[in-house]
Each structure stands twice: as structure tokens, then as C-alpha cells.
């Protein structure tokens, strides 16, 4: 999967200015950047839900916004999409959830059904809860559900938004082992969206450092540790002051103070 | 859908009880039974005054309903009023010289046409027409010919002029 | 002044865009009815959520509605000595304008703003968003079979409503105040009639049942995915619904009972 030179815009405000990413086979790729640089917005415009102004985003060798809706809707069936609420059908139970795009996309019987929802339930740990409603789960219980259900079309890519977000160690724990162990049992490529930076680092084979728009810093987690790049190295460890400045841009604060500023 | 059962009933129920309220606002509240309309033969009839007659009145004999008016048209030729009934088919033996006129029913109530069967042997076919037709009475007309006769009486009995007087507030 | 007319612009372009906006969202829907006929149990299961649900309500407004009209038609036509006439007054209200209106004012307060938020929530918690990602159209899957569902139960509600309203009035004239039973039917029988009055109430119920329904889904659809969104979506629902339903009874009222 290739991104180039994409470009989008939000009303007036400018999320990406050119974004170039290339996504190897196979592999987990990490794309990070704070809070507010549009990472969620970018996992859109992969799966085709948003336009880009300019650009391109090419997911096997198509080119994902010059689809037909019916081909998109086709690649979509290969791309599963884990998303940072879970997205989990609230009036549907946990194996109805599982079972959602089996019974929306396939004719199977529904003992093979059954069959792959148990299996898919099994892989990500809770075949035991699938009587379970959605509001009776934890978040990370959910987020596994809706991992089980993102991988019950077999595709060929997964997307996490925020996989790691809230959780507690324990749960993250498991998440990060989850989505390592799912990537290379199921020869999938991933593609995860964070902002946690250890854990994040711990999976991915390939790290991408957005901000303002752009591709700021790229590499293994390795390469990235031994940065030059200051506002890399800020990220990555977490300084509260350097490139990114704490305070939001205002006016002369002793200016303000005394009320020469506008409100 | 794990109470797919009980919704399953629910809904079944549900539609049988709004078919059912259909149903009988259609057999019960209105007229279905009585007269369908469209299957039924026309006929016409002129008036010289329709009074306040208005489509789909109820056309009757003996006071049975036997059909409506179908449509009220004016004839600037003679001047009359062009009323056409739709009679249900069941009824064929209608003699052609039946008389229809205009009545009121109750006090208030609305206008029809009432049919009193003639003497002759042949019936009323589609198509066909009545001629002898009475016209609605006209309550204004009412008073003005009971005054007139009043005046025409004369000065003969006290209580004529009374009567005269009393009736002319209610003008 | 160029604030004002700017302003002023801005609006009525939001307007027209909210406007197109709704009317694209209805063809689409329409698009995906087709599909949900194929899939029975999607319709049964909102069938009940929509119109089973709204049953209870329908159902005891309607009695007391029937029951306010017996005894408010009793005391009027008394006077005249015409209180046979009481089935007429009390069937000619409920089937031309109280059962549809009415009705479609507790649907679009039961479930036309239950709609919209189930939807809008849908919405907030990325489920939409998340189906759309399995390849699967929301419209079609989830906004099609509510307006079918919605659509289907209005009549039905409105036709309840209008018999459970008759009963009503019949129990208090009748049952009540002691107008005769016979002639409490036979007026009404003589008086309504089929095609003229209860076939425009059946037409007046579709028709409140698209508006209302297609407001209710398309509300939680446009909602802006936050609690306060839907939360605002939820209340624009029940107040546009009804302000349709009204005007449109109206507009409904002239075509259908002014050809005399």
C-alpha cells in the first residue's frame, strides 16, 4: 500500500500537505504523531470513507478514490478496520457481532457460521463471553471483539485507530501481543494509528512520525531512537517543552494581562 | 435477536389487531356494505331547483337506499339543473315513470333523492331518464308563497294578519 | 449591513443545503427498500421497535380521545335533540383528521425521536462508520429497514387508533349517557363513508408516516455525533415532525374534502 502526496482539508484548516507512506506486505506499520494531527482522519481516507484534495491512496495496487463504489465496497471486504470505541453493534450480542459480516457477505450455513465465529472468538481470547452483550464487556474486552470481528472476512489488512487509548497495562499487554501474534499467523499487513509510544515501538516493524501535515521522521523503532530530528526526539520521549511549545500561541501574556488584548 | 420469537408474535399481533382496526372502521363505521358504487347503472334526471342536493347523496326508494348522485351539472339549454344517479345494479325493476324528488331528512339534515315507483311496465335502463322530477323546496319560496296566500285571504280573519306578521320576523 | 445580509446568506444557504441534503439521503433510502423486502426478519425485528412499541400509547390516547369526543359531541348535539347523530360526529373526527393526526403526533414522539437517537447514537459510537468499513451500507442496513418499518406501522397505528377512538365514543354515548345503540351505528354507517373518508384518513396516515419517519431517520443520519448532537437531533425530530404533520394536514384536508 502506497500513499502519495496526499493532501486534505478540513474546511479551511489544512490536516495533510502532502503525506507520502509506503506500507510493506506482511509487515506492521506504526504511524504516530499527538493528539490533533489527524491520524483518525488519515485511517478514513485509507478506507475510502474521505476524499483527499489531492493525492492518491493505493491499496493493492488500486487506487482506493477512484474505485466504483461497488469495488470499493469489494476492497473493503479485505480490509479490516478496528476502530477506537470498538464500534461494536450495541442490540447485537458478541457472536452476532463476530458473525456480522459473515452473515452480511456470505451465504454460509449457519453451523459454519458458528464454526468460524467460535474460531475467530477462540483466536482473540474469548470464545467464553460470546453470549455476552456488548455493554457488558470492558473496553479492552471489546476492543478484542472487535479485533475477532475486523478478522472474520480473512482480510488481507487490518487498521487499528488507537488500539492502545485508556486501556490499562494488562489490557495493553495483551493488545500488543494480539496484533503481533494475529499479523504474522494471518500473513496480514497492519497498520496502526497511535500515539503510545513504547508500546507502539514494542510491535511495529516500521515507525512514520506525522505532524503538522507531514511526514516528520520514518524508520524501525530502532533507527527512530538514534533521531537527530529534535521534535522526533521530543515526541518519542515525551519532553513537555522543545519544538512542539507547551503554550498555545497567544498574545504577550502581560499585554493580555492588562487587557489590551482582545478577550 | 435473541427475543426473535417473542418480536416475531409481537408483530404478527401488531398487524393482525391494525388490519383488524381497518377492517372494521370499514364494515362497521362506514358504508361498505350498503352501496359500493362503480358497479351500477346511471340515469339522469332535471330539476328545476336542486336545493342544497350535493354529489353523493343517497338516492332512495321506500326510504331503502338504492344508490347516489353521482354528479350535479347545470344545463344552460333549459335551464336546469342536470343531476345523474348511480343506481346499484341489483335494483332493474325501477318503472321509467317513477317520480324523483328532492327531500330533506330531519330538520337539519342533508338532501336526497327519493324515488316512488311509477305504473308503467317498462324499467329504467343505463342511460335512461326520469321525467317527472319535484324540486326541493326552498324554505325562502316556503314563507314567501304562505305570505302571498296570507294576502291574497284578505282582511277576512283577524288571526290571518297576525299570522302574517309573525312569520315575517322569521324571514 | 454586508454582516446581516451575509449572515443572512450563510443561512439560507444552510437551509437549501440541509434541504438537498434530506432529499438525497430519501433517494438512497428508497434505493435500499427493495433490499430490505428480501430480508423479512430486519423489517419484522423494527416493525417492532417502531410500531409495537408505540402500540400502548396508541392505544390509550386513542380510547380517551374517543371518550372526550362521545362526551363533548353528546353535550353539543343534545341541545338539538340530535344525539343519534353522536357515532357520525365521533367517527367522522377520529377517521378524517384526530386518528391520523394524532397518531402520527405520538408516533413522532415514541418513536420517531427514538429513532433518531438509536441512529444518531449509532453515529457517535462509530457503529455506522464501522459498518461502512465491513463493507456494508448503513443506509441499506440500518436507516432502510427503520423507514419501511416506519412507514408500514403509521397506517396500521392510525387505523387503531381511529377504531380503539370509536369504541371509546360508543362507550360513553351508548354505554354512558344512553344514546341509541342502534342508531349510534346506523347513523355512522349511513354518514361515513368508505372511500370518502376513510380512504383519505388511510392516505393521510401513509403520508404522515413517510414524513415523520423520514425526518426521524434522517435527523439521527445528519446528527452531529456527539451526545449534545443527537441529544439536539432528538428534539428537532419531534418538533419538524409535527410541524409537518400539521401543515401538511391541512394542504391534505384541501385537496381531499374541498371538492364539493
Redesign the interface.
Known sequence: MTVRGLCFAHGERKIFDGVDLRIARGKVTAIMGPSGTGKTTLLRLIGGQLRPTAGTVTVDGQDVHQLSREKLFQLRKRMGMLFQSGALLTDLSVFDNVAFPLREHTDLPESMIRHLVLMKLEAVGLRGAHGLMPRELSGGMGRRVALARAIALDPMMILYDEPFTGQDPITMGVLVQLIRKLNDSLKLTSVIVSHDVKETSAIADYIYVLSGGKVVGEGSPEALGRTSSPWVRQFLQGLPDGPVPFHYPAPDFLGDLLGGGSP | ??H?KT??I??G???A??????F???M???????F??GDGYQVTARFQNIGGL???A?VTMSGV?VGRVKSIDFDDQSYQALVTLDIDSRWTRIPTDSTASIFTA?L?GEQYIALEAGGEEQFLAEGGELKLTQSALVLEQLVGQFLFSKAAEGPKAPEGSKGGEAAAPAR | MIEVLRRLGRTGLQFFERLGRGHLFLGYVLLGVPEVLSRFRLLVAQVWSVGVLSLVIVLVSGVFVGMVLGLQGYNTLVDFNAEESLGVVVALSLVRELGPVVAALLFAGRAGSALTAEIGLMKATEQLAGMEMMAVDPLRRVVAPRFLAGLLSMPLLAAIFSAVGVLGGWFVGVGLLGVDDGAFWSQMQAKVDLHDDILNGVIKSVVFGIVVTWIAVFEGYDAVPTSEGVGRATTRTVVHSSLAVLGLDFVLTALMFNDI
Open positions: 435477536m435473541f426473535s418480536v416475531e409481537g408483530v399481533l401488531f398487524v389487531l391494525g388490519l383488524a382496526a381497518l372494521m372502521l370499514a362497521k363505521v362506514s358504508n361498505l356494505s350498503a359500493s358504487g350535493k354529489e353523493r343517497p337506499r330531519g337539519l
